[in-house]
Antibody
Framework: EVQLVESGGGLVKPGGSLSLSCVAS????????MNWVRQAPGKGLEWVSS????????YYADSVKGRFTVSRDNAKNSMYLQLNSLRVEDTAIYYC???????????????WGPGTMVTVSS | EVVMTQSPDTLSVSPGESATLSCRAS??????LAWYQQRPGQAPRLLIY???NRATGIPARFSGSGSGTEFTLTVNSLQSEDVAVYYC???????????FGQGTKLEIK
């Protein structure tokens, strides 16, 4: 089955860190660029980060630049998001999402995981 | 940076009727526009890509049109399962900074 599954969410204090994972199955993970998108409670979708299929291109939203780090391990069919210096406003469901077409990136997001909840609170 | 604006914020339509949702880009994005459906408590799902191409498994009741700066999603023969928030997203500019619209909530009357 073609799917993405995120893990690693939880409750963390402001200033703390968390590491999220996204494991892919059912397709050639190494052919596709991948993305993180988040959604704060009751709010809309916010793109967070993208990593191209060979990790050549990595991008971040301004709101997380310098605090979050994205990486991938194609041998493990996995993508990661390291969240540091967390703020209350980082509280959200974090989704991983795959590009529609195999390639360097910049495409519609055709496959989404169920998401993992990150709560930043004291 | 392209800013995406959706209208209306909320749309209430009777079962069996049609719903028309709009999305405007602050600058041209060619046909690099996607629509997503997010049902309550679920992850988003790709409906339309390339402004007018239905994604795999999407019913023909859903159709998209437009190019440049003005786009439309039409949902015909509205069903209860169509209750959701619909988002447009441009992918003409990469990275996808602020690429999503704010969403339109579709309700059944």
């Amino acid at each position: 089955e073609v799917q993405l599954v995120e893990s690693g969410g939880g409750l963390v204090k402001p200033g703390g860190s968390l590491s999220l994972s996204c494991v892919a199955s059912g397709f050639n993970f190494g052919d596709f660029s991948m993305n993180w998108v988040r959604q704060a409670p009751g709010k809309g979708l916010e793109w967070v980060s993208s990593v191209s299929f060979t990790s050549t291109y990595i991008y971040y939203a301004d709101s997380v630049k310098g605090r979050f780090t994205v990486s991938r391990d194609n041998a493990k069919n996995s993508m990661y998001l390291q969240l540091n210096s967390l703020r209350v406003e980082d509280t959200a469901i974090y989704y991983c999402a795959r590009d529609l077409i195999a390639g360097p990136g910049g495409d519609a997001l055709s496959l989404w995981g169920p998401g993992t909840m990150v709560t930043v609170s004291s | 940076e392209v800013v995406m604006t959706q209208s209306p914020d909320t749309l209430s339509v009777s079962p069996g009727e049609s719903a028309t949702l709009s999305c405007r880009a602050s600058q041209g994005v060619d046909k690099n526009l996607a629509w997503y459906q997010q049902r309550p408590g679920q992850a988003p799902r790709l409906l339309i890509y390339g402004a007018s191409n239905r994604a795999t498994g999407i019913p023909a009741r859903f159709s998209g049109s437009g190019s440049g700066t003005e786009f439309t999603l039409t949902v015909n023969s509205l069903q209860s399962e169509d209750v959701a928030v619909y988002y447009c997203q441009q992918y003409n500019d990469w990275p996808l900074m602020d690429s999503f619209g704010q969403g339109t909530k579709l309700e059944i009357k």
